[in-house]
């Protein structure tokens, strides 16, 4: 039985709004993570160093700030709590210009940095297998995901 035109018309409209959803949560994801992937990333001018945790709260953790190269240190940085700071522990960092704020350098904060796309990864793969019916697309997007998420992980 052949479809008439407005059927297609409906089943094209459908597929385009479930991309725009898909490219929307991955937008959104991606933009989350610049926000600190950035100062991880382009870590190359940005005043790095040492922050040893001295005390945590409900969402951030202090401590006294050691320069690796010359600079006075600091006292009173803040760094994002995540599960694995623990109080004494020595962090690289790096200075987010302008602020009193620090992020992890190297492999452990870029994939920390990149957790919100990670869980945008997750949510599009939904949207690409459930609405799209691209399965093997949505397989591969939710890998991708579930891989930044767990090396997350497993670097903090």
């Known amino acids: ?13 459908r597929r385009a709004a479930m991309v725009l959803v898909a490219l929307l949560l991955l937008v959104a994801g991606a933009w989350s ?9 382009l870590a190359k001018g940005r005043e790095h160093g ?3 945790v001295a005390n945590c709260g409900e969402e951030t953790c202090t401590g006294p700030y050691d320069p ?13 709590r995540s599960v694995a700071v623990t109080k004494g ?5 790096v200075v987010k210009p ?8 190297g492999w452990p904060g870029a994939l ?5 796309f990670g869980g945008a990864l997750l949510l599009a ?5 459930g609405g799209l019916r691209w399965t093997r697309i949505a397989w591969g997007t939710a890998a991708a995901g579930g891989a930044l998420l767990l090396g997350a992980f497993f670097a903090l």
């Not at 793969?125 to 297998?129: D, K, L, R, T």
């Open 1 to 13: 039985m052949k479809r008439n035109s407005s059927g297609r018309m409906l089943d094209h409209g």
């Open 33 to 41: 993570s610049w926000g600190t992937a950035q100062h991880v990333l």
């Open 50 to 52: 040492t922050l040893t």
């Open 68 to 80: 690796e190269g010359p600079g006075a240190s600091r006292a009173g940085l803040t760094i994002d």
């Open 89 to 93: 522990a020595k962090l690289s960092v």
């Open 98 to 105: 302008g602020t009193d704020e620090v992020v992890r350098t």
């Open 112 to 116: 920390h940095a990149w957790v919100p």
């Open 125 to 129: 793969a939904c949207v690409i297998g």
